[in-house]
């Protein structure tokens, strides 16, 4: 089993997908979720599969089911604590809609295992944002001063004392190699970070890598100190580059006048207004 490390993918969750005619078309598919999830099991025995799925207790769990097994498997499986969704893959959907409307964990039958990938990545978008809310929850109830918040600001004030070196750059590269060492998309992109980091601003990096940008936010959002610390190199250089091209671009104007600069993040309606809701309370 491999287990894709990425700490932006959706943690201690788990793919199994049962598929006894697994080709290399399947193992392409199961790199492109390895993007996603946590873990991706995929199974061409059916014996394995159910071990798989019955000794799986600390993870949650996303199911991939061929039609044709759909209805002796599903019954065995349905019930279990971890089980958050089954998907059924079939050649004739609209034969097995109507087995499959019966239980109330099959989230959808497709004809092509993109559609569920599709799915997927928007299971991953939308606990993204429920990221946002409960960090918010978190933050609301734990910061209940404002001295609560130096703790935060003497590190902050620490790891930007820290004099930047390429020990530290190297350290990240090996880390971050170590996190997708089975996604070689992610590696080539390692390796561009790695030879070309220097010839680039670290603007540039935030905004072109979707990877390092991830890692960074949730580290920030999350208040994830060990996180921030390994990529401490790469938030020095960003404050650094922000502060000479605001003593550059604004030096006639005020220290009153503030320039904010927003990134989106997308959030329903609901966890907006609650976002609202506790604007005063942060």
């Given amino acids: 089993m491999r287990q894709h490390a990425n700490k932006t993918v959706t943690q201690n969750t788990l793919v199994v997908w049962l598929d006894d005619r697994a080709n290399n078309d399947q193992h392409h598919i199961v790199h492109k979720l390895e993007r996603l999830m946590n873990q991706v099991q995929l199974c061409t025995d059916h014996n394995f599969f159910l071990y798989q799925v019955n ?24 019930d279990k604590k971890h089980l958050n969704s089954i998907y059924i893959l079939c050649g004739d959907k609209a034969k097995h809609e109507k087995w499959a409307k019966q239980w109330a ?6 004809t092509d295992i993109s559609s569920i990938h599709e799915v997927l990545k928007e299971t991953v978008r939308q606990r993204e944002e429920n990221t946002v809310e409960i960090t918010l929850t978190k933050v609301t109830h734990r910061i209940s001063a404002e001295r609560d918040w130096e703790p935060l600001e003497n590190f902050r ?36 970070l790695e030879y070309n980091y220097h010839n680039r601003s670290s603007v540039w990096w935030y905004m072109s890598s979707n990877s390092l940008y991830s890692m960074l936010d949730k580290a920030l959002r999350t208040v994830d100190v060990d996180a921030m610390v390994n990529m401490g190199f790469f938030l020095r250089d960003i404050h650094n580059q922000i502060q000479k091209l605001q003593l550059e671009q604004f030096s006639d104007q005020s220290a009153n006048d503030i320039f904010k600069v927003y990134r989106g993040q997308g959030l329903s309606k609901e966890k907006l207004k609650r976002l609202i809701q506790n604007e005063k309370k942060v």
């Fill in 55 to 78: 000794t799986t207790i600390n993870k949650e769990l996303f199911v991939i089911i061929p039609g044709y097994v759909g209805q002796y498997v599903v019954p065995m499986i349905h």
């Fill in 105 to 110: 964990n099959i989230k959808g039958v497709f």
């Fill in 157 to 192: 004030e620490a790891l930007l004392a820290i004099e930047s070196n390429d020990e530290y750059f190297k350290d990240f590269i090996a880390h971050y190699r170590k996190e997708f060492v089975d996604d070689e998309h992610e590696l080539n992109n390692i390796r561009q």
